[in-house]
């Protein structure tokens, strides 16, 4: 099983992607968490897309289909992948459709005074590159590894306003191209409770937990 995570920057993507692996056996693939390791490794795909993500606007299509297509092919993914962050634009959705079947698509709806208020709050740790609300971690310090937490350059106000932009104008439209096999939930209230209604129904289908 393949499934889609579309939302807003802040609405929790990256959680619900985390409890889906764990529940379901789902491989979670973030681009955005793609391109950051290979610019942590100097590579040349994310020291390219650098420049875009350093301006809040989306990498061309050759970069990202390149980066996910290298991490889709490997062995793991076999058992079913959850995009979180990709497609983003009807551009990627439509080249998808040529590397993968996507069976669900789950869009979390979140008010952008919201998505911002978080994004504001999230720390990543360098390292796990797990993302944290700044309220709810010790000094700024990573649960898991004990690193020192840090702010992505694109998690700053103005580039998250743009993200948004972004996101309303390109990527919304694909909640269209994704009726036919569509979940929505909304973003707002605890990760559990978020979570909730996803987990019911893909249990609900008969899938592994
Ligand atoms: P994210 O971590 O998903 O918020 O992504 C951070 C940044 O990486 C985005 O603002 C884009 O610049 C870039 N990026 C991630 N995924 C994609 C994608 N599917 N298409 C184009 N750019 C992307």
Same mark, same amino acid.
């Given at each position: 099983m393949n499934i889609i995570l579309l939302g807003p920057q802040g609405s929790g993507k990256g959680t619900i992607a985390r409890s889906l692996a764990k529940d379901f056996g #789902?491989?979670? $693939?973030?681009?955005? *968490?793609?391109f950051r390791e290979s610019i942590a490794k100097k590579g040349k795909l994310g020291l390219e897309a650098q420049k875009y993500m350093n301006k809040?606007?989306?990498?061309?299509?050759d970069l990202t289909i390149?980066?996910?297509?290298?991490?889709?092919n490997q062995p793991?993914?076999?058992?079913?992948?959850?995009?979180?962050?990709?497609p983003r634009s009807l551009d990627q959705?439509?080249? #998808?459709?040529? $590397?993968?079947?996507? *069976?669900?698509?789950i869009n979390i709806d979140l008010p952008h005074e919201e998505c911002i208020r978080r994004v504001l709050?999230?720390?990543?740790?360098?390292?796990?590159h797990q993302g944290y609300n700044i309220n709810w971690v010790?000094?700024?310090t990573c649960p898991k590894c004990g690193?020192?937490?840090?702010?992505r350059d694109d998690d700053k106000l103005e580039a998250v306003k743009i993200r948004l932009e972004v996101y309303e104008k390109t990527t919304a439209p694909l909640i269209n191209f994704y009726s036919d096999r569509l979940l929505k939930i909304s973003g707002l209230g605890s990760p559990e409770d978020v979570y909730k209604p996803v987990k019911a129904f893909l249990s609900k289908l008969g899938g592994k937990n």
């Open positions: #789902l491989i979670p $693939i973030s681009t955005g *968490d793609l809040g606007v989306l990498v061309p299509l390149k980066i996910l297509t290298s991490r889709i793991d993914c076999q058992k079913g992948v959850i995009l979180d962050g990709f959705a439509k080249a #998808l459709e040529k $590397i993968i079947k996507i *069976d669900y698509c709050e999230r720390r990543i740790c360098p390292k796990c010790k000094d700024n690193s020192k937490l840090v702010q």
